[in-house]
DNA sequence: AAATATTATTTGTCTGACAAATTAAATAAC
DNA sequence: GTTATTTAATTTGTCAGACAAATAATATTT
Protein backbone atom coordinates (compact mmCIF):
# COMPACT_ATOMS: atom_id res chain seq x y z
CA UNK A 1 0.00 0.00 0.00
CA UNK A 2 1.09 3.66 -0.68
CA UNK A 3 2.66 2.94 -3.77
CA UNK A 4 5.33 5.45 -4.08
CA UNK A 5 4.80 7.30 -7.38
CA UNK A 6 8.02 8.96 -7.75
CA UNK A 7 8.92 7.36 -10.64
CA UNK A 8 8.36 9.78 -12.83
CA UNK A 9 11.40 9.77 -14.71
CA UNK A 10 12.86 6.67 -14.88
CA UNK A 11 13.94 6.47 -11.58
CA UNK A 12 12.38 3.33 -10.04
CA UNK A 13 12.08 2.11 -6.59
CA UNK A 14 14.69 -0.38 -7.31
CA UNK A 15 17.41 2.40 -8.27
CA UNK A 16 15.99 4.26 -5.27
CA UNK A 17 16.38 1.07 -2.94
CA UNK A 18 19.42 0.58 -4.30
CA UNK A 19 20.74 4.31 -2.86
CA UNK A 20 19.39 3.61 0.19
CA UNK A 21 20.89 0.37 1.00
CA UNK A 22 24.38 1.77 0.25
CA UNK A 23 23.44 5.10 2.36
CA UNK A 24 21.94 2.95 5.05
CA UNK A 25 25.36 1.02 5.28
CA UNK A 26 27.22 4.62 5.28
CA UNK A 27 25.05 5.92 7.99
CA UNK A 28 25.78 2.66 10.24
CA UNK A 29 29.55 2.44 9.49
CA UNK A 30 29.14 -1.21 8.44
CA UNK A 31 32.50 -2.67 7.23
CA UNK A 32 33.74 -5.65 5.54
CA UNK A 33 32.16 -8.92 7.21
CA UNK A 34 29.42 -7.27 9.01
CA UNK A 35 26.00 -8.58 8.66
CA UNK A 36 22.96 -6.65 7.11
CA UNK A 37 19.43 -7.01 7.66
CA UNK A 38 18.10 -10.13 5.89
CA UNK A 39 15.46 -9.37 2.98
CA UNK A 40 12.18 -9.61 5.23
CA UNK A 41 13.53 -6.79 7.57
CA UNK A 42 14.82 -4.65 4.57
CA UNK A 43 11.28 -4.96 3.03
CA UNK A 44 9.34 -3.78 5.88
CA UNK A 45 11.41 -1.06 7.11
CA UNK A 46 11.80 0.39 3.97
CA UNK A 47 8.15 0.11 2.49
CA UNK A 48 8.60 -1.82 -0.47
CA UNK A 49 8.23 -5.11 -1.81
CA UNK A 50 10.52 -7.86 -1.59
CA UNK A 51 11.33 -8.21 -5.58
CA UNK A 52 12.25 -4.74 -5.06
CA UNK A 53 14.41 -5.33 -2.70
CA UNK A 54 15.87 -8.43 -4.49
CA UNK A 55 16.39 -6.42 -7.59
CA UNK A 56 18.32 -3.87 -5.46
CA UNK A 57 20.36 -6.63 -3.66
CA UNK A 58 21.25 -8.49 -6.77
CA UNK A 59 22.97 -5.36 -8.41
CA UNK A 60 25.02 -5.01 -5.20
CA UNK A 61 25.92 -8.42 -5.33
CA UNK A 62 27.16 -8.37 -8.58
CA UNK A 63 29.29 -5.76 -8.05
CA UNK A 64 30.73 -7.31 -4.98
CA UNK A 65 29.34 -5.22 -2.37
CA UNK A 66 27.13 -7.71 -0.61
CA UNK A 67 27.64 -11.31 -0.68
CA UNK A 68 25.34 -13.22 0.78
CA UNK A 69 25.90 -17.23 2.18
CA UNK A 70 22.39 -18.90 1.81
CA UNK A 71 20.57 -19.51 5.73
CA UNK A 72 23.33 -17.24 7.45
CA UNK A 73 22.41 -14.18 6.10
CA UNK A 74 24.07 -11.63 3.82
CA UNK A 75 27.06 -9.64 4.79
CA UNK A 76 28.67 -6.66 3.55
CA UNK A 77 31.90 -7.84 1.41
CA UNK A 78 35.06 -5.76 0.17
CA UNK A 79 34.01 -5.21 -3.89
CA UNK A 80 36.92 -5.15 -6.21
CA UNK A 81 37.26 -1.55 -7.58
CA UNK A 82 37.69 -2.89 -11.02
CA UNK A 83 34.77 -5.65 -10.66
CA UNK A 84 32.62 -3.92 -12.39
CA UNK A 85 34.80 -2.90 -14.93
CA UNK A 86 34.80 -6.29 -16.06
CA UNK A 87 31.92 -7.28 -17.22
CA UNK A 88 31.73 -3.91 -19.50
CA UNK A 89 34.82 -4.67 -21.10
CA UNK A 90 33.73 -6.19 -24.26
CA UNK A 91 35.50 -4.58 -27.26
CA UNK A 92 31.82 -5.61 -29.38
CA UNK A 93 29.76 -3.45 -27.04
CA UNK A 94 32.03 -0.44 -26.40
CA UNK A 95 32.36 2.54 -29.14
CA UNK A 96 35.48 3.08 -31.09
CA UNK A 97 36.02 6.34 -29.16
CA UNK A 98 36.03 4.41 -26.20
CA UNK A 99 38.66 1.60 -27.23
CA UNK A 100 40.87 4.56 -28.21
CA UNK A 101 40.81 6.03 -24.50
CA UNK A 102 41.61 2.58 -23.37
CA UNK A 103 44.23 2.19 -25.71
CA UNK A 104 45.68 5.94 -24.59
CA UNK A 105 45.04 4.92 -21.00
CA UNK A 106 47.15 2.55 -20.78
CA UNK A 107 49.73 3.80 -22.93
CA UNK A 108 49.70 6.61 -20.06
CA UNK A 109 49.58 4.06 -17.08
CA UNK A 110 52.55 2.60 -18.64
CA UNK A 111 54.57 5.65 -18.75
CA UNK A 112 53.50 6.71 -15.47
CA UNK A 113 54.86 3.65 -13.44
CA UNK A 114 58.30 3.66 -15.03
CA UNK A 115 59.49 5.81 -12.01
CA UNK A 116 57.73 3.17 -9.68
CA UNK A 117 59.64 0.19 -11.56
CA UNK A 118 63.19 1.95 -11.07
CA UNK A 119 62.24 2.14 -7.45
CA UNK A 120 61.29 -1.02 -6.80
CA UNK A 121 62.56 -3.87 -9.28
CA UNK A 122 65.26 -6.04 -8.12
CA UNK A 123 67.60 -8.36 -9.91
CA UNK A 124 65.16 -11.29 -9.55
CA UNK A 125 62.72 -9.44 -11.85
CA UNK A 126 65.26 -8.57 -14.43
CA UNK A 127 65.86 -12.45 -14.77
CA UNK A 128 62.04 -12.95 -14.67
CA UNK A 129 61.89 -10.34 -17.47
CA UNK A 130 64.78 -11.55 -19.56
CA UNK A 131 63.23 -14.82 -19.50
CA UNK A 132 60.14 -14.00 -21.15
CA UNK A 133 62.12 -11.63 -23.80
CA UNK A 134 63.81 -14.44 -24.90
CA UNK A 135 61.28 -17.07 -25.30
CA UNK A 136 59.46 -13.95 -26.89
CA UNK A 137 59.41 -14.58 -30.53
CA UNK A 138 58.99 -11.43 -32.17
CA UNK A 139 57.24 -12.61 -35.43
CA UNK A 140 57.66 -9.59 -37.49
CA UNK A 141 57.71 -5.95 -37.01
CA UNK A 142 57.09 -5.18 -33.85
CA UNK A 143 54.55 -7.75 -33.06
CA UNK A 144 55.19 -10.41 -30.96
CA UNK A 145 53.62 -13.45 -29.88
CA UNK A 146 50.42 -12.27 -27.70
CA UNK A 147 51.68 -14.76 -24.80
CA UNK A 148 55.19 -12.85 -24.43
CA UNK A 149 53.67 -9.61 -25.13
CA UNK A 150 51.06 -9.86 -22.43
CA UNK A 151 53.94 -11.37 -19.79
CA UNK A 152 55.95 -9.12 -20.38
CA UNK A 153 54.30 -5.46 -19.71
CA UNK A 154 52.34 -7.80 -17.14
CA UNK A 155 55.43 -8.30 -15.22
CA UNK A 156 56.06 -4.41 -15.43
CA UNK A 157 52.78 -4.13 -13.55
CA UNK A 158 53.55 -6.18 -11.23
CA UNK A 159 56.61 -5.15 -10.12
CA UNK A 160 55.18 -2.31 -8.91
CA UNK A 161 53.12 -3.50 -6.52
CA UNK A 162 50.23 -1.78 -6.75
CA UNK A 163 46.98 -4.59 -7.01
CA UNK A 164 45.06 -2.34 -8.33
CA UNK A 165 46.96 -1.20 -11.68
CA UNK A 166 48.11 -5.26 -12.28
CA UNK A 167 44.67 -5.68 -12.23
CA UNK A 168 43.49 -3.11 -14.29
CA UNK A 169 46.17 -4.25 -17.17
CA UNK A 170 44.35 -7.81 -17.01
CA UNK A 171 40.99 -5.99 -17.40
CA UNK A 172 41.50 -4.01 -20.75
CA UNK A 173 44.14 -6.37 -21.99
CA UNK A 174 41.15 -7.92 -24.23
CA UNK A 175 40.59 -4.52 -25.38
CA UNK A 176 44.27 -4.29 -26.26
CA UNK A 177 44.44 -8.04 -28.49
CA UNK A 178 40.66 -6.80 -29.91
CA UNK A 179 42.35 -3.84 -31.76
CA UNK A 180 45.24 -4.90 -32.78
CA UNK A 181 43.48 -7.56 -34.62
CA UNK A 182 40.78 -5.50 -35.88
CA UNK A 183 42.73 -2.92 -36.99
CA UNK A 184 45.61 -4.71 -38.64
CA UNK A 185 45.16 -3.26 -41.83
CA UNK A 186 46.14 0.01 -40.18
CA UNK A 187 49.03 -0.71 -37.92
CA UNK A 188 50.73 -3.48 -40.25
CA UNK A 189 51.63 -0.28 -42.71
CA UNK A 190 52.85 1.84 -39.46
CA UNK A 191 54.65 -0.83 -38.13
CA UNK A 192 56.66 -1.22 -41.61
CA UNK A 193 57.06 2.42 -41.81
CA UNK A 194 58.60 3.02 -38.29
CA UNK A 195 61.01 0.23 -39.57
CA UNK A 196 62.47 1.62 -42.50
CA UNK A 197 63.24 4.78 -40.39
CA UNK A 198 64.49 2.48 -37.54
CA UNK A 199 62.60 3.46 -34.58
CA UNK A 200 61.19 -0.30 -33.75
CA UNK A 201 61.80 -0.25 -29.66
CA UNK A 202 61.49 -4.37 -29.16
CA UNK A 203 61.23 -5.28 -25.04
CA UNK A 204 65.06 -6.43 -25.49
CA UNK A 205 65.92 -2.98 -25.92
CA UNK A 206 63.45 -1.81 -23.15
CA UNK A 207 65.17 -4.53 -21.05
CA UNK A 208 68.66 -2.81 -21.74
CA UNK A 209 67.87 0.21 -19.94
CA UNK A 210 66.13 -1.43 -17.34
CA UNK A 211 68.84 -3.55 -16.54
CA UNK A 212 71.35 -0.17 -16.93
CA UNK A 213 68.96 1.85 -14.76
CA UNK A 214 68.68 4.59 -17.27
CA UNK A 215 64.96 5.89 -16.50
CA UNK A 216 65.10 8.45 -18.75
CA UNK A 217 66.36 6.27 -21.66
CA UNK A 218 63.73 3.44 -20.54
CA UNK A 219 60.70 5.93 -20.66
CA UNK A 220 61.68 7.80 -24.26
CA UNK A 221 61.94 4.07 -25.32
CA UNK A 222 58.78 3.49 -24.18
CA UNK A 223 57.23 6.10 -25.84
CA UNK A 224 58.58 4.90 -29.06
CA UNK A 225 57.21 1.50 -28.56
CA UNK A 226 54.00 2.92 -28.22
CA UNK A 227 54.52 5.47 -30.85
CA UNK A 228 52.38 3.10 -33.53
CA UNK A 229 49.23 3.58 -31.34
CA UNK A 230 49.72 6.70 -31.00
CA UNK A 231 50.09 7.15 -35.30
CA UNK A 232 47.37 4.52 -35.16
CA UNK A 233 44.66 6.82 -33.06
CA UNK A 234 45.56 9.97 -35.55
CA UNK A 235 45.51 8.56 -38.98
CA UNK A 236 42.27 6.58 -37.83
CA UNK A 237 40.89 9.85 -36.51
CA UNK A 238 41.49 11.21 -40.13
CA UNK A 239 40.36 8.08 -41.80
CA UNK A 240 37.04 8.45 -40.43
CA UNK A 241 36.70 12.16 -40.57
CA UNK A 242 37.16 11.72 -44.61
CA UNK A 243 34.92 8.73 -44.49
CA UNK A 244 31.82 11.03 -42.78
CA UNK A 245 32.55 14.07 -45.08
CA UNK A 246 32.47 11.20 -48.37
CA UNK A 247 29.09 9.98 -47.43
CA UNK A 248 27.56 12.38 -45.10
CA UNK A 249 24.33 10.76 -44.15
CA UNK A 250 25.15 7.14 -42.90
CA UNK B 1 9.34 -26.97 -13.77
CA UNK B 2 12.63 -28.67 -14.58
CA UNK B 3 14.01 -26.26 -11.77
CA UNK B 4 18.10 -25.97 -12.76
CA UNK B 5 19.81 -27.53 -9.63
CA UNK B 6 23.04 -26.53 -10.59
CA UNK B 7 23.03 -23.59 -8.28
CA UNK B 8 26.02 -25.91 -5.63
CA UNK B 9 28.45 -23.37 -5.52
CA UNK B 10 26.61 -20.40 -5.01
CA UNK B 11 26.60 -19.79 -8.66
CA UNK B 12 22.68 -18.73 -8.85
CA UNK B 13 20.40 -18.56 -11.89
CA UNK B 14 20.61 -15.14 -11.83
CA UNK B 15 24.01 -15.31 -12.44
CA UNK B 16 23.90 -17.66 -15.17
CA UNK B 17 21.30 -15.51 -17.00
CA UNK B 18 23.64 -12.29 -16.74
CA UNK B 19 26.03 -14.57 -18.27
CA UNK B 20 23.50 -16.19 -21.10
CA UNK B 21 22.27 -12.75 -21.60
CA UNK B 22 25.45 -11.08 -22.29
CA UNK B 23 26.25 -14.49 -24.11
CA UNK B 24 23.45 -13.67 -26.00
CA UNK B 25 23.90 -10.00 -27.11
CA UNK B 26 27.50 -11.00 -28.31
CA UNK B 27 26.54 -13.73 -30.31
CA UNK B 28 23.89 -12.12 -32.05
CA UNK B 29 26.25 -8.96 -32.75
CA UNK B 30 23.94 -6.65 -30.99
CA UNK B 31 24.59 -2.88 -30.86
CA UNK B 32 24.39 -0.05 -29.43
CA UNK B 33 20.51 0.98 -29.52
CA UNK B 34 19.59 -2.33 -31.00
CA UNK B 35 16.58 -3.97 -29.40
CA UNK B 36 16.77 -6.91 -27.31
CA UNK B 37 13.31 -9.71 -26.68
CA UNK B 38 11.20 -8.35 -23.68
CA UNK B 39 11.24 -9.90 -20.77
CA UNK B 40 8.25 -12.46 -21.47
CA UNK B 41 10.32 -13.63 -24.42
CA UNK B 42 13.64 -13.81 -22.46
CA UNK B 43 11.86 -15.85 -19.50
CA UNK B 44 10.52 -18.52 -22.04
CA UNK B 45 13.61 -18.90 -24.16
CA UNK B 46 15.65 -18.90 -20.95
CA UNK B 47 13.24 -21.53 -19.48
CA UNK B 48 13.35 -19.03 -15.64
CA UNK B 49 10.86 -17.47 -14.42
CA UNK B 50 10.73 -13.48 -14.66
CA UNK B 51 11.69 -12.25 -11.92
CA UNK B 52 15.15 -14.12 -12.59
CA UNK B 53 15.08 -12.50 -15.94
CA UNK B 54 14.09 -9.48 -13.63
CA UNK B 55 17.25 -9.46 -11.48
CA UNK B 56 19.73 -9.98 -14.33
CA UNK B 57 18.29 -7.38 -16.59
CA UNK B 58 18.39 -5.12 -13.43
CA UNK B 59 21.71 -5.87 -12.95
CA UNK B 60 23.03 -4.64 -16.81
CA UNK B 61 20.96 -1.87 -16.32
CA UNK B 62 23.03 -0.40 -13.43
CA UNK B 63 25.53 -1.15 -15.65
CA UNK B 64 24.18 1.15 -18.13
CA UNK B 65 25.00 -2.36 -20.81
CA UNK B 66 20.85 -2.11 -21.28
CA UNK B 67 17.94 0.78 -20.93
CA UNK B 68 14.60 0.67 -20.77
CA UNK B 69 11.79 2.93 -22.07
CA UNK B 70 8.56 2.07 -20.59
CA UNK B 71 6.39 -0.07 -23.23
CA UNK B 72 8.88 0.20 -25.96
CA UNK B 73 11.62 -1.91 -24.63
CA UNK B 74 14.31 -2.97 -23.90
CA UNK B 75 17.39 -1.84 -26.01
CA UNK B 76 21.23 -2.23 -25.74
CA UNK B 77 23.18 0.87 -24.81
CA UNK B 78 27.13 1.84 -24.62
CA UNK B 79 27.72 1.15 -20.79
CA UNK B 80 30.44 3.80 -19.32
CA UNK B 81 33.62 1.76 -19.06
CA UNK B 82 33.69 3.02 -15.18
CA UNK B 83 30.05 3.59 -14.06
CA UNK B 84 30.21 0.27 -12.17
CA UNK B 85 33.23 1.65 -10.80
CA UNK B 86 31.22 4.73 -8.94
CA UNK B 87 28.96 3.09 -6.91
CA UNK B 88 32.16 0.95 -5.84
CA UNK B 89 34.12 3.99 -4.79
CA UNK B 90 33.03 4.76 -1.64
CA UNK B 91 36.14 5.30 0.42
CA UNK B 92 34.32 4.28 3.73
CA UNK B 93 33.60 0.43 2.38
CA UNK B 94 37.08 0.27 0.32
CA UNK B 95 40.12 -1.47 2.50
CA UNK B 96 42.86 0.33 3.30
CA UNK B 97 45.08 -1.63 1.05
CA UNK B 98 42.74 -0.48 -2.18
CA UNK B 99 43.07 3.24 -0.83
CA UNK B 100 46.13 3.46 -0.99
CA UNK B 101 46.17 1.14 -4.23
CA UNK B 102 44.16 4.26 -5.69
CA UNK B 103 46.57 6.58 -4.18
CA UNK B 104 49.37 5.41 -5.91
CA UNK B 105 47.40 4.79 -9.36
CA UNK B 106 46.73 8.24 -8.94
CA UNK B 107 49.52 9.62 -9.30
CA UNK B 108 51.06 7.23 -11.80
CA UNK B 109 48.46 8.27 -14.06
CA UNK B 110 49.15 12.23 -13.80
CA UNK B 111 52.57 11.26 -14.18
CA UNK B 112 51.94 9.45 -16.88
CA UNK B 113 49.85 11.83 -18.77
CA UNK B 114 53.26 14.56 -18.85
CA UNK B 115 54.57 14.07 -22.78
CA UNK B 116 50.60 13.76 -23.70
CA UNK B 117 49.86 17.44 -22.04
CA UNK B 118 53.06 19.02 -23.47
CA UNK B 119 51.88 17.59 -26.74
CA UNK B 120 48.69 19.08 -26.81
CA UNK B 121 48.83 21.93 -24.24
CA UNK B 122 47.44 25.03 -25.92
CA UNK B 123 47.58 28.70 -24.37
CA UNK B 124 44.53 28.37 -24.06
CA UNK B 125 44.97 25.82 -21.49
CA UNK B 126 47.83 27.86 -19.89
CA UNK B 127 46.06 30.96 -19.05
CA UNK B 128 42.51 28.69 -17.91
CA UNK B 129 45.83 26.91 -15.57
CA UNK B 130 46.86 30.28 -14.29
CA UNK B 131 43.44 31.71 -13.45
CA UNK B 132 42.99 28.82 -11.26
CA UNK B 133 45.89 29.44 -9.66
CA UNK B 134 45.52 32.48 -8.88
CA UNK B 135 42.04 32.35 -7.07
CA UNK B 136 43.61 29.35 -5.06
CA UNK B 137 44.45 30.06 -1.99
CA UNK B 138 47.48 27.73 -0.46
CA UNK B 139 46.19 27.37 3.15
CA UNK B 140 49.54 26.13 4.25
CA UNK B 141 52.47 23.32 3.53
CA UNK B 142 51.07 22.30 0.48
CA UNK B 143 47.58 22.39 1.63
CA UNK B 144 45.31 24.17 -1.03
CA UNK B 145 41.52 24.70 -1.16
CA UNK B 146 39.61 21.69 -1.68
CA UNK B 147 37.87 23.95 -5.22
CA UNK B 148 41.28 24.91 -6.45
CA UNK B 149 43.22 21.40 -5.78
CA UNK B 150 40.39 19.59 -7.98
CA UNK B 151 40.50 22.27 -10.80
CA UNK B 152 43.89 22.05 -11.46
CA UNK B 153 44.23 18.54 -11.33
CA UNK B 154 41.13 18.23 -13.46
CA UNK B 155 42.06 20.68 -15.67
CA UNK B 156 45.63 18.85 -16.72
CA UNK B 157 43.30 15.49 -17.35
CA UNK B 158 40.87 16.97 -19.29
CA UNK B 159 43.86 18.76 -22.10
CA UNK B 160 44.72 15.02 -22.91
CA UNK B 161 41.54 14.72 -24.15
CA UNK B 162 41.05 11.37 -22.99
CA UNK B 163 37.63 11.21 -21.43
CA UNK B 164 37.89 7.74 -19.83
CA UNK B 165 40.87 9.06 -18.34
CA UNK B 166 39.53 12.36 -17.02
CA UNK B 167 36.71 10.44 -15.98
CA UNK B 168 38.15 8.42 -14.03
CA UNK B 169 39.82 11.07 -12.26
CA UNK B 170 36.36 12.64 -11.08
CA UNK B 171 35.50 9.57 -10.43
CA UNK B 172 38.61 8.62 -7.46
CA UNK B 173 38.75 12.12 -6.56
CA UNK B 174 36.27 11.12 -3.32
CA UNK B 175 39.41 9.12 -2.64
CA UNK B 176 41.88 11.77 -2.37
CA UNK B 177 39.77 13.75 0.19
CA UNK B 178 38.91 10.95 1.87
CA UNK B 179 42.61 9.74 2.59
CA UNK B 180 43.56 13.47 3.22
CA UNK B 181 40.68 14.32 5.52
CA UNK B 182 41.51 10.80 7.83
CA UNK B 183 45.36 10.50 7.63
CA UNK B 184 45.33 14.06 8.55
CA UNK B 185 48.07 13.63 11.48
CA UNK B 186 50.27 11.42 9.20
CA UNK B 187 50.48 14.03 6.29
CA UNK B 188 50.94 17.36 8.10
CA UNK B 189 53.99 16.50 9.46
CA UNK B 190 55.62 15.14 6.32
CA UNK B 191 54.32 18.23 4.78
CA UNK B 192 56.36 20.02 7.41
CA UNK B 193 59.32 18.09 7.10
CA UNK B 194 59.34 18.74 3.59
CA UNK B 195 58.99 22.44 3.65
CA UNK B 196 61.71 22.58 5.87
CA UNK B 197 64.02 20.56 3.18
CA UNK B 198 63.01 22.95 0.80
CA UNK B 199 61.21 20.61 -1.23
CA UNK B 200 57.60 21.59 -1.63
CA UNK B 201 56.48 22.04 -5.15
CA UNK B 202 53.52 24.55 -5.20
CA UNK B 203 50.90 24.56 -8.65
CA UNK B 204 52.64 27.74 -9.21
CA UNK B 205 55.59 25.86 -9.76
CA UNK B 206 54.25 23.45 -12.43
CA UNK B 207 52.63 26.12 -14.17
CA UNK B 208 55.92 27.63 -14.67
CA UNK B 209 57.48 24.71 -16.29
CA UNK B 210 54.56 24.07 -18.18
CA UNK B 211 54.92 27.71 -19.50
CA UNK B 212 58.55 27.12 -20.18
CA UNK B 213 57.50 24.18 -22.07
CA UNK B 214 60.09 22.00 -19.76
CA UNK B 215 58.87 18.60 -19.60
CA UNK B 216 61.42 17.05 -17.95
CA UNK B 217 61.65 19.47 -15.30
CA UNK B 218 57.63 19.43 -14.84
CA UNK B 219 57.90 15.58 -14.80
CA UNK B 220 60.64 15.74 -11.87
CA UNK B 221 58.76 18.78 -9.88
CA UNK B 222 55.28 16.90 -10.18
CA UNK B 223 57.08 13.95 -8.39
CA UNK B 224 58.04 15.73 -6.16
CA UNK B 225 54.67 17.64 -5.70
CA UNK B 226 53.37 14.09 -5.03
CA UNK B 227 56.32 13.03 -2.52
CA UNK B 228 54.00 13.61 0.78
CA UNK B 229 51.93 10.60 -0.41
CA UNK B 230 54.83 8.36 -1.13
CA UNK B 231 55.88 9.19 2.18
CA UNK B 232 53.01 8.81 3.71
CA UNK B 233 52.10 4.93 1.94
CA UNK B 234 55.92 3.76 3.26
CA UNK B 235 55.28 5.69 6.71
CA UNK B 236 51.54 4.14 7.55
CA UNK B 237 52.81 0.43 6.45
CA UNK B 238 55.72 0.90 8.98
CA UNK B 239 52.99 2.38 11.21
CA UNK B 240 50.43 -0.96 10.68
CA UNK B 241 53.68 -3.24 11.03
CA UNK B 242 54.94 -2.07 14.56
CA UNK B 243 50.91 -1.69 16.07
CA UNK B 244 50.64 -5.21 14.49
CA UNK B 245 53.69 -6.67 16.45
CA UNK B 246 52.63 -4.22 19.32
CA UNK B 247 49.66 -6.23 19.62
CA UNK B 248 49.54 -9.40 17.98
CA UNK B 249 45.97 -10.72 17.78
CA UNK B 250 44.07 -8.36 16.57
C1' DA C 1 -9.01 13.58 -43.03
C1' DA C 2 -8.11 14.89 -38.46
C1' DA C 3 -8.95 14.44 -33.75
C1' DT C 4 -10.28 11.52 -30.15
C1' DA C 5 -11.09 7.25 -27.76
C1' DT C 6 -10.04 2.49 -27.21
C1' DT C 7 -7.10 -1.47 -27.02
C1' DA C 8 -2.93 -3.98 -26.52
C1' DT C 9 1.65 -4.38 -25.01
C1' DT C 10 5.45 -4.01 -21.90
C1' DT C 11 7.85 -2.66 -17.84
C1' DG C 12 7.43 -1.84 -12.76
C1' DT C 13 5.66 -3.42 -8.56
C1' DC C 14 3.19 -6.32 -5.26
C1' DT C 15 1.76 -10.66 -3.02
C1' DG C 16 2.10 -15.29 -1.87
C1' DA C 17 4.10 -19.67 -2.19
C1' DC C 18 7.56 -23.48 -2.00
C1' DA C 19 12.46 -25.53 -2.27
C1' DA C 20 17.01 -26.02 -0.50
C1' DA C 21 20.31 -25.37 2.70
C1' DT C 22 21.89 -24.93 7.12
C1' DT C 23 21.94 -23.43 11.71
C1' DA C 24 19.78 -24.18 16.19
C1' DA C 25 17.21 -26.93 19.13
C1' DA C 26 15.40 -31.17 20.76
C1' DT C 27 15.58 -35.88 21.35
C1' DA C 28 17.72 -40.42 21.66
C1' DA C 29 21.63 -43.34 22.68
C1' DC C 30 25.61 -44.53 25.25
C1' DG D 1 26.19 -36.37 31.65
C1' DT D 2 27.87 -36.32 27.12
C1' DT D 3 27.56 -37.40 22.38
C1' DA D 4 25.08 -38.54 18.19
C1' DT D 5 21.00 -38.25 15.66
C1' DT D 6 16.73 -36.20 14.41
C1' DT D 7 13.71 -32.41 14.07
C1' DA D 8 12.44 -27.66 13.62
C1' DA D 9 13.18 -22.97 12.22
C1' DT D 10 15.23 -19.50 9.42
C1' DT D 11 16.74 -17.35 5.25
C1' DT D 12 17.91 -17.11 0.50
C1' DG D 13 16.59 -18.66 -4.24
C1' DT D 14 13.01 -19.43 -7.39
C1' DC D 15 8.40 -19.64 -9.25
C1' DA D 16 3.65 -18.00 -10.32
C1' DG D 17 0.13 -14.78 -10.93
C1' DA D 18 -1.74 -10.32 -10.52
C1' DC D 19 -2.39 -5.26 -11.29
C1' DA D 20 -0.75 -0.30 -12.39
C1' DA D 21 1.14 2.97 -15.51
C1' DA D 22 2.71 4.38 -19.69
C1' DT D 23 2.48 4.42 -24.45
C1' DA D 24 2.27 2.69 -29.23
C1' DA D 25 -1.12 0.97 -32.38
C1' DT D 26 -5.66 0.75 -33.72
C1' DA D 27 -10.43 1.96 -34.04
C1' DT D 28 -13.94 5.34 -33.73
C1' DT D 29 -16.07 9.73 -34.08
C1' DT D 30 -16.58 14.28 -35.85
Known amino acids: MER ?3 QNNSVTLVDQVED ?3 SYFRE ?3 RKGDAIPNEMELTVSLGVSR ?24 ILSEPSLLGGMKRVVDPRILSEDTLFDILGFRIVLEI ?12 ADIDSLEEIVNVGIMYENNEYAPFSEF ?24 VMTFVKDKFQEFL ?18 LLQYLKDGDEDGY ?32
Open 4 to 6: LKI
Open 20 to 22: KLL
Open 28 to 30: KDL
Open 51 to 74: SVVREALSRLKMMGIVETRTRRGM
Open 112 to 123: GICSEIFRKITP
Open 151 to 174: AFHAKLYKITGNKTIAEFQNIIHP
Open 188 to 205: APINIQLKEEGRIVTHQD
Open 219 to 250: RKALEEHFEVYRIFVNRKNEYNAAMKNGKDND
